[in-house]
């Protein structure tokens, strides 16, 4: 496949990523009067908050009976958090936030979330609480600026609590000392609204529930009313995985790797495209982490002492400095209190040694080829046997892989004696001795 090709096949496909509809299902083709049921697992960040208030906006437009949010998430990003809550508080929609399934959790974002819903409901063997702020954003806070990000969301959680009628009191306590409850004690202290043990309950006990919307009061009905699944489609799938701390980290290993090959081997051009795309989707999910600024720098140093190997004699030195370079920068690379946003050791130790493997494998190859002995041109004759086609004592004519060539030799000469070449000089001649 020529470059050209290359480069149609992937602008086709970028066109089609881009142009992939957000969602599985749309408000075109949804149920009059139905229910959107939406799957949000995992950390909040700007995909979740785009593919929630993106399912809010349909639901209204579709004139939806109401939403479903199948919480768990053990919190994520501030700013997230707030636009799908301010999309809650403000949609015509009633929104019910069911943390599910069992073993699933509201932590932290997940807990103001949940606090937001018209309906707040939980599976039993959930968790809900640990909503104590901490920096998302790989620097260190000090003491003063802690406690106004702290008391900032106390006021937050506690308005939105006085607005739907839940627990104020707890809800800070959950901001202040990260306490947790379980779903059945939760009902108890007006912290949830109900506890379902499955989807088909949640949507059996909201019937005839009565909430409060901007626009005044409206009371939900579900019975016989259809439920569909409204899906993320192909684009949040993706920016969703890769704004996992480890599918970032592995990406930009990929995208070193490939500018790595591009350089050290120009006019590649397809290392050189892969790298540059994974290493664009890589800083893309940068923005939702906490990135540790020297240790992206350490990563980056680490490339270079690569490529400098392949130009320097060092003896392994730079080796070993881009290795451990590496190592540390990986180690450094993401700075957070919180554990889903840190990076795995057991992802660090196979991306490292085979970063490592391949370069290393590359180098050993390239040296390898450079020792070999020449197979084409006038260097590759050295070595090679021809046959004399004359009597010569001095210089005379032989016969080497289909050509005639001059000869020149310090011994004479008779026809049909083999030869064996041991220089290559000026024009088509070579220096030759009797084997």
């Not at 509201?106 to 702020?133: D, E, K, L, Q, R």
């Not at 016989?224 to 970032?248: K, Q, T, W, Y």
């Not at 720098?297 to 730079?318: M, N, P, Q, T």
Request: proline share 5%.
């Amino acid at each position: 496949m020529n470059v050209k090709a290359r480069f149609f096949f992937l602008f086709l496909f970028i066109i089609f990523f881009l142009q992939s509809p957000p969602y599985v299902n749309s408000s075109a083709a949804f149920p009059a009067s139905g229910i959107y049921y939406i799957k949000a697992e995992g950390i909040v960040n700007p995909v979740m908050a785009e593919y929630l208030t993106g399912g809010i906006k349909e639901a209204g437009e579709a004139s939806a009976e109401a939403v479903i949010i199948q919480l768990d998430t053990p919190g994520g990003l501030d700013l997230s958090m707030r636009e799908i809550i301010k999309n809650i508080l403000s949609s015509e929609v009633p929104v019910i936030v069911y943390v599910a399934p069992a073993g699933g959790r509201a932590a932290s974002a997940g807990v103001f979330i949940t606090y937001a819903a018209n309906i707040a409901a939980m599976a039993p063997g959930t968790n809900i609480g640990s909503a104590h702020p901490v920096a998302m954003g790989g620097g260190k806070i000090d003491e003063t600026m802690a406690k106004k990000i702290e008391n900032d969301s106390v006021a937050y959680i506690r308005s939105i609590a006085s607005k739907r009628n839940r627990n104020p009191d707890w809800a800070e306590k959950a901001v202040r000392e990260s306490v947790n409850i379980t779903p059945e004690d939760a009902l108890k202290i007006k912290v949830i609204d109900m506890v379902a043990a499955s989807r088909e309950d949640l949507i059996t006990r909201l019937d005839g529930v009565r909430v409060a919307l901007p626009g005044g009061e409206r009371v939900i009905h579900t019975k016989g009313v259809e439920v569909v699944d409204f899906e993320m489609g192909l684009r949040f799938r993706v920016l969703n995985a890769i704004s996992n701390p480890n599918i970032a980290y592995i990406l930009m290993m990929i995208g070193l790797i490939g500018i790595y090959f591009e350089l050290s081997n120009p006019g590649l051009i397809l290392p050189g495209v892969v790298g540059a795309i994974c290493l664009i989707l890589a800083f893309y999910a940068f923005q939702t982490l906490s990135i540790n600024y020297a240790g992206l720098l350490l990563i980056g140093l680490a490339i270079v002492f690569f490529i400098v190997e392949v130009k320097v004699v060092s003896y392994g030195l730079l080796t070993i400095a881009g290795m451990i370079s590496l190592i540390l920068g990986s180690l450094m690379l993401f700075d957070s209190p919180a554990p889903f946003m840190r990076l795995s050791v057991w992802v660090i130790v196979p991306t490292v040694a085979l970063m490592t493997a391949l370069i290393l494998g590359t180098m050993y190859y390239a040296l390898m080829l450079h020792r070999k002995k020449p197979v084409s041109g006038a260097e590759g004759l050295v070595g090679e046997t021809g046959t004399a086609t004359e009597d010569f004592e001095r210089e005379g004519k032989i016969f080497i892989e289909g050509e005639y060539w001059n000869a020149v030799t310090g011994e004479p000469l008779k026809k049909g004696d083999k030869v064996k070449i041991t220089e290559v000089m000026a024009g088509l001649t070579v220096r030759v001795k009797k084997v």
